[in-house]
């Protein structure tokens, strides 16, 4: 019987060593291999001799420039109508805009029996000729599938083609066994951060962009930090914000209570190192980053946007406004206020409740009833 043949495009090589919770290895961890054949492409990027490729049976580089991704891309889309001539592919699944752009362009003049356009966050498609261009292309063969129910209804509110009968969603998961199995204990992880072992620590992760509003965290910090001399704030990641965000933490005389230490490779081996996780962004397609200090069993204070409030509501955490210093530092407070015991305890209820909903067995079901549904 022939295979069902999948190809699953990316804007940038991103392939990580572990793939705990990388969307589009997991997406083909669900595939049977004696019923798919699996190709993995990437506009940008390719790995070096120390970076791993997909799990994929294949994997392609075209290795575009950031020039030639920008206006009309005719190359590109050149390069890319005659790779999907050849090929003939089944499925086609995009991540992100760029692919998910060019592909509803393209799947008008190349057959492809099935499109799957995966949206990670909001604004996308804002931009009214971009709404024109989705209303314009958009056909029976697609689906397009939000990283969270305030995701879907984003896509479906654009009005410009997306209904609740083309549209789905499917929120990320983790392998929870194989992420807790990576994850280093406290101490182990304290040291291999540098960090003092007596501290209380605050831990954040993200790109360091506005968004993220990591700003208001050590605001929030600052204001408590006085009342609690043992904490200390954590951010992993890095981006054009830091320096901004190192003369904040200098200008509030906590520089050294204020740690950014940078992009760290597979950061989830060090989320035990911390006693509270917090995730402030003004907005979030779903907040991996939440699910992933979630995963490590510890208590959460995120921003109450709809992607992630029935997150921390069914963790039992701590919601905020987004962007409330006040709201945010109330909620530290109230977490370094309790004692170890306590904070273990409502870590706990955190860890049970990603245990019984976000696994990663349920999110590979999803999508392999998604992309063999047509077949």
Same mark, same amino acid.
């Given at each position: 019987?022939?295979?069902?043949?999948?190809?699953?495009?990316?804007?940038?090589?991103?392939?990580?060593?572990?793939?705990?919770?990388?969307?589009?290895?997991?997406?083909?961890?669900?595939?049977?291999?004696?019923?798919?054949?699996?190709?993995?492409?990437?506009?940008?990027?390719?790995?070096?001799?120390?970076?791993?490729?997909?799990?994929?049976?294949?994997?392609?580089?075209?290795?575009?420039?950031?020039?030639?991704?920008?206006?009309?891309?005719?190359?590109?889309?050149?390069?890319?109508?005659?790779?999907?001539?050849?090929?003939?592919?089944?499925?086609?699944?995009?991540?992100?805009?760029?692919?998910?752009?060019?592909?509803?362009?393209?799947?008008?003049?190349?057959?492809?029996?099935?499109?799957?356009?995966?949206?990670?966050?909001?604004?996308?498609?804002?931009?009214?000729?971009?709404?024109?261009?989705?209303?314009?292309?958009?056909?029976?063969?697609?689906?397009?599938?939000?990283?969270?129910?305030?995701?879907?209804?984003?896509?479906?509110?654009?009005?410009?083609?997306?209904?609740?009968?083309?549209?789905?969603?499917?929120?990320? #998961?983790?392998?929870?066994? !194989? /992420?807790?199995?990576?994850? +280093? $204990?406290?101490?182990?992880? %304290?040291? @291999? =951060?540098?960090?003092?072992?007596?501290?209380?620590?605050?831990?954040?992760?993200?790109?360091?962009?506005?968004?993220?509003?990591?700003?208001?965290?050590?605001?929030?910090?600052?204001?408590? #930090?006085?009342?609690?001399? !043992? /904490?200390?704030?954590?951010? +992993? $990641?890095?981006?054009?914000? %830091?320096? @901004? =965000?190192?003369?904040?933490?200098?200008?509030?005389?906590?520089?050294?209570?204020?740690?950014?230490?940078?992009?760290?490779?597979?950061?989830?081996?060090?989320?035990?190192?911390?006693?509270?996780?917090?995730?402030?962004?003004?907005?979030?397609?779903?907040? +991996?980053?939440?699910?992933?200090?979630?995963? @490590?069993?510890?208590?959460?204070?995120?921003?109450?946007?709809?992607?992630?409030?029935?997150?921390?509501?069914?963790?039992?955490?701590?919601?905020?406004?987004?962007?409330?210093?006040?709201?945010?530092?109330?909620?530290?407070?109230?977490?370094?206020?309790?004692?170890?015991?306590?904070?273990?305890?409502?870590? @706990?209820?955190?860890?049970?409740?990603?245990?019984?909903?976000?696994?990663?067995?349920?999110?590979?079901?999803?999508?392999?009833?998604?992309?063999?549904?047509?077949?």
């Amino acid at each position: 019987m022939k295979k069902i043949k999948v190809l699953q495009l990316h804007p940038d090589y991103n392939i990580r060593k572990t793939d705990i919770s990388d969307l589009g290895e997991q997406i083909f961890k669900s595939l049977p291999a004696d019923r798919f054949e699996t190709i993995t492409a990437f506009f940008s990027g390719r790995p070096n001799e120390r970076q791993p490729e997909s799990i994929a049976n294949r994997s392609v580089y075209f290795e575009f420039s950031s020039s030639q991704l920008k206006g009309l891309r005719i190359r590109a889309m050149w390069r890319v109508y005659r790779f999907l001539k050849k090929e003939r592919f089944d499925v086609v699944i995009c991540n992100r805009y760029k692919p998910v752009n060019m592909i509803l362009t393209l799947s008008r003049f190349v057959k492809i029996p099935k499109c799957i356009a995966i949206v990670h966050g909001f604004g996308d498609y804002d931009r009214l000729y971009r709404k024109k261009h989705l209303a314009r292309n958009i056909s029976k063969r697609w689906t397009f599938v939000g990283v969270s129910e305030a995701v879907r209804s984003y896509l479906i509110s654009l009005n410009s083609g997306l209904t609740a009968d083309n549209t789905a969603y499917i929120t990320n #998961a983790i392998d929870l066994d !194989a /992420a807790r199995a990576l994850m +280093l $204990g406290k101490a182990e992880a %304290r040291d @291999a =951060l540098g960090l003092a072992a007596d501290a209380v620590l605050i831990g954040a992760m993200g790109r360091l962009v506005p968004l993220k509003a990591h700003d208001c965290l050590i605001r929030a910090f600052a204001k408590v #930090a006085h009342e609690f001399p !043992a /904490a200390q704030l954590v951010i +992993l $990641g890095e981006g054009r914000e %830091r320096v @901004a =965000l190192e003369q904040l933490a200098a200008q509030l005389n906590l520089a050294n209570r204020i740690h950014l230490l940078g992009f760290k490779e597979d950061a989830l081996q060090y989320l035990k190192a911390f006693d509270i996780w917090t995730m402030p962004s003004l907005r979030e397609g779903l907040g +991996l980053a939440l699910l992933e200090g979630m995963c @490590a069993g510890l208590p959460v204070i995120a921003s109450s946007v709809p992607a992630m409030l029935p997150l921390v509501q069914g963790a039992k955490g701590i919601a905020v406004a987004p962007g409330s210093v006040e709201e945010l530092s109330a909620a530290l407070r109230e977490y370094l206020a309790k004692t170890e015991e306590e904070r273990h305890q409502a870590g @706990a209820t955190v860890l049970g409740y990603v245990l019984d909903h976000h696994g990663v067995d349920e999110f590979r079901a999803k999508y392999y009833r998604l992309i063999s549904s047509t077949f």
